[in-house]
Nanobody
Framework: QVTLVESGGGLVQAGGSLRLSCAAS????????MGWFRQAPGKEREFVAA????????YYADSVKGRFTISRDNAKNTVYLQMNSQEPEDTAVYYC????????????????WGQGTQVTVSS
């Protein structure tokens, strides 16, 4: 069992940057692959990025590739999502998720979820 708490959301202008953090409880953080997902009003939850347990492998949705960077610090039990060159289409609630299995893009395959943090990008 792991508890995830996201932070760092807010309002940013198009072209700006935000960094989201997701802090995990417990002493087994390095055993979890981590993912970031987002959900806009009226839309399904969609994959944004994922990272392997060691941080050596990362994966991105095409819509954010080259603009967003996922990283993790296992000593701090935290995963990050650096978001640059943001677009109004990035507006959504952002969630982090954890699972023992290797990182994937299907949200149904993640066992643990945070409560989410709102990101709003104004044009």
């Amino acid at each position: 069992q792991v508890t995830l708490v996201e932070s760092g959301g807010g309002l940013v202008q198009a072209g700006g940057s935000l960094r989201l953090s997701c802090a995990a409880s417990g002493r087994t953080f390095s055993r979890y692959a981590m993912g970031w997902f987002r959900q806009a009003p009226g839309k399904e939850r969609e994959f944004v990025a994922a990272i392997s347990r060691s941080g050596d492998s990362t994966y991105y949705a095409d819509s954010v590739k080259g603009r967003f960077t996922i990283s993790r610090d296992n000593a701090k039990n935290t995963v990050y999502l650096q978001m640059n060159s943001q677009e109004p289409e990035d507006t959504a609630v952002y969630y982090c998720a954890a699972d023992f299995a290797p990182p994937r893009s299907d949200p149904a395959q993640y066992a643990f979820w945070g409560q989410g943090t709102q990101v709003t990008v104004s044009s």
